[in-house]
T-cell receptor, first 111, second 114 residues
Framework: DQQVKQNSPSLSVQEGRISILNCDYT??????FLWYKKYPAEGPTFLIS?????DKNEDGRFTVFLNKSAKHLSLHIVPSQPGDSAVYFC??????????FGKGTRLHILP | KAGVTQTPRYLIKTRGQQVTLSCSPI?????VSWYQQTPGQGLQFLFE???????NKGNFPGRFSGRQFSNSRSEMNVSTLELGDSALYLC?????????????FGNGTRLTVT
C-alpha cells in the first residue's frame, strides 16, 4: 500500500508561471512532511519541510501548504524558472523517524 | 565540506551474485540511511543506521543488509541478486536521525543485474 501518493507523474509549466505539485497521504500518524528535488545523475536535495502543527511554510519562491483534514500537501513554486525542471519527491515522517517517499513528479519548465 | 560519497557509481552484476555498496557520509554526520530508486516505485527506504546500530528497516527481504562502522561509513550488501534488484541505490546522511536533520544524499550507485 502506498502511504504517500504523487498522482501526477509529470507536469509542464510555462516559465514565469506558478508550478503546483500535489501530494496525498493516507497515514494520519505522519507529522512531518518534506519535499526533495532531484536532477538526473544526482541525489535528491532537500527543498522545504513543514510540521503538522502548521499549514504553511515559505522559503523564497517555494511554499508548502498542508491540509491535514484532507491529508493533502502541495508545493508551490513562484515564479517557475528553467532550473526548476527536475523530479520532485514528497516525503512524510512519523514519530519512529521512518521516512516514506512518494514516487515523484517530473516538472518541465517550458520556455 | 565534502558531500556524501558513494562508490562505485556504476556496477554490473549477474543473477545470483552478491554486491557491496559503500557510503561515506558528510564529516560529522552520524546517521546514514539507504534507499532504492526504481522507475515504478520511486524512492523506497531500505534501512537507517546511527552510531553503528540499525534504527529502522524498510520492507525489503533479508537479502538486503547493511552495517555502519565506527567512523560512520556504511556499507550495504545484497546477496543472491535478482533482476528486479536493478536500481539506483542512494545513501543519505544527517547529523542525527529525526525531523530536524534533513537528509543529504549522495549521487547513488546504479546497479544493473543481468
Amino acid at each position: 500500500d502506498q502511504q504517500v501518493k504523487q498522482n501526477s507523474p509529470s507536469l509542464s509549466v510555462q516559465e514565469g508561471r506558478i508550478s503546483i505539485l500535489n501530494c496525498d497521504y493516507t497515514n494520519s500518524m505522519f507529522d512531518y512532511f518534506l519535499w526533495y528535488k532531484k536532477y538526473p545523475a544526482e541525489g535528491p536535495t532537500f527543498l522545504i519541510s513543514i510540521s503538522s502543527i502548521k499549514d504553511k511554510n515559505e522559503d523564497g519562491r517555494f511554499t508548502v501548504f498542508l491540509n491535514k483534514s484532507a491529508k493533502h500537501l502541495s508545493l508551490h513554486i513562484v515564479p517557475s524558472q528553467p532550473g526548476d525542471s527536475a523530479v520532485y519527491f514528497c516525503a512524510a515522517m512519523n514519530r519512529d523517524d521512518k521516512i516514506i517517499f512518494g514516487k515523484g513528479t517530473r516538472l518541465h519548465i517550458l520556455p | 565540506k565534502a558531500g556524501v560519497t558513494q562508490t562505485p557509481r556504476y556496477l554490473i552484476k549477474t543473477r545470483g551474485q552478491q554486491v557491496t555498496l559503500s557510503c561515506s557520509p558528510i564529516s560529522g554526520h552520524r546517521s546514514v540511511s539507504w534507499y532504492q530508486q526504481t522507475p515504478g516505485q520511486g524512492l523506497q527506504f531500505l534501512f537507517e543506521y546511527f552510531s553503528e546500530t540499525q534504527r529502522n528497516k524498510g520492507n525489503f527481504p533479508g537479502r538486503f543488509s547493511g552495517r555502519q562502522f565506527s567512523n560512520s561509513r556504511s556499507e550495504m550488501n545484497v546477496s543472491t541478486l535478482e533482476l528486479g534488484d536493478s536500481a539506483l541505490y542512494l545513501c543519505a546522511s544527517s547529523p542525527t536521525p529525526g525531523y530536524n536533520s534533513p537528509l543529504h544524499f549522495g549521487n547513488g550507485t546504479r546497479l544493473t543485474v543481468t
